[in-house]
């Protein structure tokens, strides 16, 4: 049965609604015997874990050390195209928006993942805004093949597809894909998505186990802070996280917490996520999900960023940028939205071993794997 058909938001709202009763004794059984479950996890994502942050976050960052080594994997997005058919409240990119459109030729795409291993990077994120015209299928693969014989690891972060599509992903050698639910708030989901494909809330749902179906390897979930309650997606999270850890085991889980950021269009969060909330998701999910990668993206401000590194985080992207052609010609195409950590990728790699973390440009996987196959031959 697909996660859509057993994810319940009743059931997640009568939860959210008794996490105000739960106490300090409740979060540290929590902390010490988790398990992926709502109720396993839920006293971690309670206003009484948010005011235990520090004893948290210590468990945090031992069970990241523990499971992870001081390593951060670093990637960088590569976005083909801001044409989109799609009409969604929060993003820069949204049909009827007027900013300078474009979607790269192939060897434009080259041009860019060149750009990115000039500064080191073999794991790439290729991004795109929603046209089935200009950013189709096939065009999706080939780019997909090009940037492969660039980049050590690809991942795509793409309009949700069919298990043919996903298919044809994998064999032109797409490592992973990313598929943000935006918000699981069914009717919110109905409120910020208002024309295109992506209306389709089921369809983006199933999304990630179609794609592990058909042989990706990696995947990564999120939704987009500030459209609803966080605590509501958090256990919306805590639900699809433990489905595809059950159904999809063939694949390594990523997860993220994305805040909103300012974006052509002008959106405000209706729902605004503080620091000290963000601290309290990345801590509860590395308690209650210790195997889980997760993945900090330039959204966040340098200096957060670099208090954050310590409490679970995997993977950080660095030198990004959000439009199409943002490597090679800066400011040729509107941006999806503004980043804060502007720090170039040298600058973020320094940055992390002046903390004490190794960055990793290849991928995370053969890191694990190099690192298991010198214990066995020592
Ligand atoms: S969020 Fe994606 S689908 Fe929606 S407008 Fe932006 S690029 Fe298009």
Redesign the pocket.
């Known amino acids: 049965m697909p996660f859509s058909q057993t994810f319940d938001a009743e059931l997640i709202n009568a939860a959210v609604g008794r996490l105000p009763y739960y106490d300090a004794p409740d979060v540290r059984a929590a902390a010490r015997a988790p398990g992926l479950t709502l109720q396993g996890a839920a006293p971690l994502f309670s206003p009484a874990a948010a005011g235990m942050l520090e004893e948290l976050a210590q468990q945090a960052h031992d069970l990241t050390v523990a499971r992870f080594g001081k390593t951060i994997a670093l990637y960088a997005p590569l976005y083909l195209s801001n044409e ?1 058919v ?3 409240t929060y ?1 820069g ?3 009827g928006l007027d900013i300078k459109r474009r979607t790269l030729r192939i060897d434009e795409v080259i041009r860019e993942a060149r750009a990115l291993r000039s500064q080191s990077l073999r794991n790439i994120l290729i991004v795109s ?2 046209h089935p015209k200009f950013v189709s299928a096939p065009y999706l693969a080939q780019c997909v093949r090009e940037v492969k014989s660039v980049a050590q690891y690809v991942g795509l972060e793409v309009a949700a597809a069919g298990s043919d599509e996903y298919s044809d992903y994998a064999a032109a050698g797409c490592d992973g894909v990313v598929l943000y639910q935006e918000t699981y708030h069914p009717q919110t989901y109905a409120e910020h998505h208002l024309g ?1 494909p ?1 209306k389709k809330y089921h369809w983006r749902l199933d999304a990630p186990e179609r794609a592990a179906g058909a042989g990706i390897k990696h995947l990564g979930i999120a939704a987009l802070l500030g459209l609803a309650d966080w605590r509501f997606e958090a256990l919306s999270l805590v639900s699809h996280l433990r489905y595809l850890e059950r159904h999809c085991w063939k694949s390594q889980i990523n997860i993220s917490f994305p805040r909103i950021n300012q974006a052509e269009g002008g959106y405000k969060p209706i729902h605004p996520v503080s620091d000290a909330e963000l601290v309290q998701l990345i801590c509860a999910f590395r308690i209650a999900a210790p195997s889980a990668g997760i993945v900090l993206s330039t959204r966040e401000s340098a200096q957060l960023r670099d208090r954050l590194v310590a409490l679970g985080v995997t993977h950080m992207s660095a030198g990004s940028r959000t439009e199409p052609g943002g490597y090679s010609e800066p400011g040729s195409a509107g941006e ?1 939205f503004h980043l804060e950590d502007q720090r170039s990728v040298e600058r973020v790699a320094q940055r992390l071993r002046e903390l004490g973390y190794d960055p990793v440009f290849k991928d995370w996987e053969n890191m694990q794997f190099q690192a298991t196959t010198l214990a066995a031959i020592k």
Do not use: I, M, N, R
């Open positions: 989109c799609c009409t969604c993003c990119f949204s049909l805004a929603e295109g992506k999806q």
